[in-house]
């Protein structure tokens, strides 16, 4: 197949729909007159292509451009299939959140499914609606740092409320005007991403440095996106589905859907938001809401996951949920996520997170392993938890036999410890006494 004389390589992170703008422009073509006359394009809007190109088409582009097939596919959204979302062909809200069915702080007994309003059935997870009429966020000194003003692939993602590179909340509406920056404007406008009709730079627009705990999201995400996997705190790390379906899962047990979410209610009380004038607009699927109710979702969520899990513990102290209520409502967490906060519970109430273990792992949770090992570590912990030897008889007894007995010989053996200090604390003072 013929190569052509021009043919610039897409550039870091550009959709499709802007690289064939590029193509089109250098033989001083329309986009919609390039498809259809050079490339044997049906007429369509070119924001359809990022996600569902014609059959054949990336093929016939590597093939004119000399591009690897691979770095033509990385323009479309389907580069983030298996990873965001499981396929563009199905949309559905609930795909992302059903893998974590238990886990929500404010589950109540007989809690089922709540499903979206209709109007958000049409919707990718994590992408931005694919309307023609909605709105593009940008980043304006990604604009003005040029010399190719191009809109960036990661930018159609609703969870791209941020940029990384220049830490700033993105923008997408025009600084001057205030008018919403539309696919079909992007898409029908000669100077492309350059100016608003108004004729204003969109460059212009001033930056805003974004929240710490946003920013900390994005950089998760990127790690995710680009790798895989993510190194959730410094020391495990788990598979990039995974983390993108469990912050989902934080997104959705904060939004307020229906009365009675104690837990969530307190979290943007904490945030300085009065959850109750704002119900109505958090009933509404995360993918719809506007660019600044996305950021104060993702800034509440990257609240809650920094320094994990303490920020979250103290989420549901404030709402007095208790160790094994919060136990009950969390099973569905990642191994990475909840062996840390089984540490830290497990600190302020070792028998009902033993019990949790047994419950949830069984012989996985390792505590048959070294039973005299495991009898004097959780000693210790009862010990630092105040507890009596009675309340720690009292709460183990229902433990297996071979726990139990484990943990009743460490109890003999520290009696016979302190029988002995007992008894050489007074061996000395009588000495000191002078005494036989």
Known sequence: MARWPLHPPPLDDELLSSWLTRLATGYEMEPDTFCQHVLDLPQQSLSSIDTDPPAGLLATLADHTGWSISRVEATTLRRY???????????????????????????????????????????????????????????????????????????????????????????????????????????????????????????????????????????????????????????????????????????????????????????????????????????????????????????????LLMQWPHGFLASCQRVSLNVPTLLARVQGLPVAMLEPLLEVLGAQDPPTVTHFLMATRGEASGLWEDLHGWAQRYLSACRRAGMSTRTIQSRSFSFPQPLYEALDDVLFDERVERAVARALDRARRRWRQGLP
């Not at 900390?216 to 790690?223: G, I, N, S, V, Y």
């Not at 600044?292 to 509440?300: G, N, Q």
């Open 81 to 303: 299939e298996g990873i965001l979302f499981e396929t563009l062909d199905q949309p559905d809200t609930q795909t992302t959140s059903s893998g974590l069915p238990r886990f929500h702080p404010d589950w109540r007994r007989g809690d089922e499914v709540i499903r979206e309003p209709r109007k958000g059935q049409h919707l990718t997870p994590w992408l931005l609606p694919r309307e023609p009429v909605a709105a593009v966020p940008f980043c304006p000194r990604c604009l003005s740092d040029g010399p190719v003003i191009y809109p960036r692939t990661a930018w159609h993602l609703a969870l791209s409320v941020v940029c990384r590179r220049h830490e700033g909340v993105l923008w997408d509406h025009c600084p001057a005007c205030a008018k919403p920056v539309w696919r079909c404007w992007v898409n029908g406008t000669p100077p492309g991403w350059e100016r608003c009709w108004c004729g204003v730079a969109l460059a212009q627009a001033p930056t805003v440095r974004a929240p710490e705990s946003v920013l900390w999201l994005a950089d998760r995400f990127h790690e995710a996106l680009t790798t895989g996997r993510v190194l959730f705190d410094g020391l495990s790390s788990m598979s990039a589905r995974c983390y993108f379906v469990t912050v989902r899962a934080f997104v959705e047990c904060i939004r307020l859907r229906r009365v009675g979410q104690s837990w969530a209610e307190s979290c943007w009380r904490h945030q300085g938001i009065d959850p109750v004038g704002m119900c109505h607009q958090l009933a509404t699927p995360f993918e719809g809401q506007p660019l600044p109710w996305r950021l104060r979702i993702l800034d509440l969520v990257g609240t």
